[in-house]
């Protein structure tokens, strides 16, 4: 059976669409798989997560009338995670994991990418296994990866220019699309970050969701 990683971050769960782009990711993959390996920056973390996968249960379970989410699942700081374990991998939307795990906010452009999320990353693409990027996390990615990638942060002039100016192609980007890079096996959307409703970044997200799922087949 695919496990597929959630890399998912409660640093700004204060901020309405940091959490709503988690929320809208934990339950997008409860869709298309029963197992899941959630991963977060530290072990500080893990029962804010635990707490969010609840209550995707709750919604899940309610909206889909199953009786149970994911048959099973666990959470694990980022310095336990194994590549090898993962068929793909998703980050969920928010600034929050590009703030712990980068130096963006002290280095802009020229930012480093945290060591373990590096090797992390590096050795899930070598294997050619799908990534997706939700929202600001697409800010990762012109770092992970040795060739410009096309990904997106919406519709937003500025964050366009700030993805050129670190070395990707931007692309705009409505909220219920995404910007599949076939070759690559990269997939990013715009999620919360864009203009339109939840409900449009919800088709967005869960599009994006389904592409890294069929590639991971």
């Known amino acids: 059976m695919q496990v597929v990683g ?15 782009d988690a929320f809208m990711t934990v339950l997008s993959v409860g869709k298309y798989t029963d197992k899941a390996l959630f991963i977060v920056a530290n072990a500080s973390e893990l029962a804010v997560i635990k707490e969010l996968i609840e209550k995707c249960n709750v919604s899940f379970t309610a909206k889909e009338k199953k009786s149970s989410y994911f048959d ?9 995670s194994v590549p090898e374990q993962l068929s793909a991998l998703i980050f969920s939307g928010g600034f ?4 712990q795990l980068t130096t963006f906010e002290q280095d802009g452009s020229d930012y ?4 373990q999320l590096f090797t992390l990353v590096d050795k899930i693409h070598k294997k050619r296994k799908p990534i997706g990027f939700v929202s600001q996390s697409s800010l990762l990615a012109p770092k992970l990866f040795d060739t410009s990638i096309r990904v997106t ?13 670190i070395g990707a192609e931007p692309v705009f980007c409505p909220a219920d699309d995404i910007v599949v890079n076939m070759e690559m096996r990269i997939v990013s959307t715009p999620g919360g970050l864009s203009e339109d409703s939840d409900t449009q970044a919800a088709l967005g997200i869960d599009k ?5 799922m069929e590639w991971s087949e």
């Open 6 to 20: 959630v890399f998912l971050c409660s640093r700004d769960f204060s901020n309405g669409t940091e959490f709503s």
């Open 72 to 80: 099973d699942y666990e959470i694990i700081s980022l310095k336990e």
């Open 96 to 99: 929050g994991v590009v703030s």
């Open 112 to 115: 480093k990418i945290d060591e």
């Open 153 to 165: 942060l919406g519709k937003d002039a500025d964050r366009a220019e700030l993805l050129d100016a």
């Open 208 to 212: 994006l969701v389904r592409c890294v």
